[in-house]
């Protein structure tokens, strides 16, 4: 259960930016803009996951969203991944963005939100608790 005294919307307001965060097999880059899309990168840090990045690249965007203090990601593209072939019909369809979408559809990415300021989160997953660090934007 969560015991984050904020509100989803304080909570969303709170996420906006820069985040970095690292995971067991990962260390992951987010960024939450304010039309409520994100953008992510994942780089995988143990050897044996490193296929996994190769099949579906480490750059991922989608939209996200708080509801009952739980922070909901639903991938929409991975561009860089390697399925990611241009089938040349009417229009171009990106193999990987097709089943990421289908797959968030009915697995959303979701984290509770244990704690969060203006610097720093803690949430949760089904297997870890997570801590994030909020990153200065340097550039102008």
């Known amino acids: 259960m969560s ?3 904020h509100s989803d919307t304080e909570i969303e307001i709170l996420l906006l930016g820069k985040w970095r965060f690292d995971t067991s097999s990962e260390k992951i880059t987010t960024e939450f803009k ?6 992510q990168t994942r780089v995988q840090i ?5 296929p996994k990045e190769l099949i579906t690249g480490n750059k991922f965007t989608g939209v996200w969203y708080v509801s009952q203090k739980k922070l909901y990601l639903n991938l929409r593209s991975m561009p860089k991944s ?10 171009k369809i990106s193999l990987a963005d097709m ?5 968030s559809v009915f697995m959303a990415e979701n984290y509770e939100v244990v704690r969060i300021n ?3 989160f803690l949430i949760k997953d089904k297997e870890q608790s997570i801590i994030g660090t909020k990153l200065n934007n340097t550039r102008k």
Do not use: H, R, W, Y
């Open 3 to 5: 015991n984050s005294k």
């Open 34 to 39: 304010d039309d409520m899309t994100f953008e």
């Open 82 to 91: 390697f399925f990611n072939l241009q089938v040349p019909l009417a229009f």
């Open 118 to 120: 203006s610097s720093k």
């Open 99 to 103: 089943v990421a979408t289908l797959g």
């Open 46 to 50: 143990l050897l044996f996951s490193k």
